[in-house]
């Protein structure tokens, strides 16, 4: 138990470590170039991090009797949740419909027509992380709409803190101008995030997901994230 809890220690150090980082160069306009490369795979690594991290913790933890379909749903919901995020964002994109009219750069690459291959991982590590927070602040008592609530308030903050940010970066363009420095997209946007949110946490704690503890670094994955936006949002007021 003792080793588990230091490397699980060292696992949130690390986490911290490289958003700190990421933030600090871009206040001090360094590696910029390594900055635009290394933006979609980390995204991609963070998704893939806490995912295989939960799964571990599911087939370490559940009961033999529930584990093997535990484990089965959660990797259907995460490649459930890649492929609906990646078509709405797709249609978004091409529409305007869903989030408003925006346009993504060619800073996060590979991309298709138009949306990159990552959107989706983002969106799936967000999710992970916000339910961090869930399992923390909530109780399995409570019924699935209020945690499934929860969930949708937290990206949605989330978001509100991101938008500006990625924005500023260059990871994509909003053609719909607020004129607001921190409420940059309409709020379609920041609606539409809450909806969808709401339907995809809603959907996994129906199907039994997300009930035991989450791995820790799910937990400090939101902040970490929030850290490295902060740190580029002042590094560049």
């Known amino acids: 138990m003792k080793k588990r809890l230091t490397a699980e220690n060292l696992e949130i150090t690390l986490l911290y470590f490289l958003m700190f980082a990421g933030g600090l160069w871009h206040i001090l306009n360094v590696l910029q170039g390594a900055m635009r490369l290394l933006a979609a795979p980390m995204v991609v690594l963070l998704a893939l ?98 945690r499934a609530l929860f969930l949708a308030v937290l990206m949605t903050i989330f978001d509100i803190f991101m938008e500006p940010v990625a924005v500023k970066l260059n990871y994509w363009q909003w053609l719909d101008h607020t004129g607001n420095r921190f409420f940059v997209a309409p709020l379609q946007n920041y609606a539409a995030w809450f909806l969808i949110s709401y339907a995809l946490g809603f959907w996994a704690l129906r199907r039994g997901l997300f009930a035991d503890s989450m791995p820790r670094v799910a937990f400090h994955g939101y902040w970490a994230q929030l850290l490295y936006f902060a740190m580029v949002a002042l590094g560049r007021a």
């Not at 959660?74 to 078509?87: D, E, G, L, Q, R």
């Not at 990159?116 to 992380?129: D, E, K, R, V, Y």
Request: net charge positive.
């Open 49 to 146: 991090w806490i995912g295989f991290r939960y799964d571990q913790f599911l087939r370490r933890n559940a009961s033999p009797n529930v584990q093997p379909t535990l484990t089965s749903r959660f990797h259907w919901w995460n490649v459930m949740v890649a492929i609906v995020c990646f078509a709405l964002e797709f249609i978004g994109v091409k529409t305007g419909l869903i989030f408003g009219h925006y346009a993504y750069t060619d800073v996060w690459i590979p991309a298709f027509r138009g949306v990159p291959i990552a959107i989706s991982f983002a969106w799936l590590g967000m999710l992970l992380t916000s339910f961090g927070l869930v399992q923390r602040f909530t109780a399995l008592s409570h019924p699935v709409w209020l």
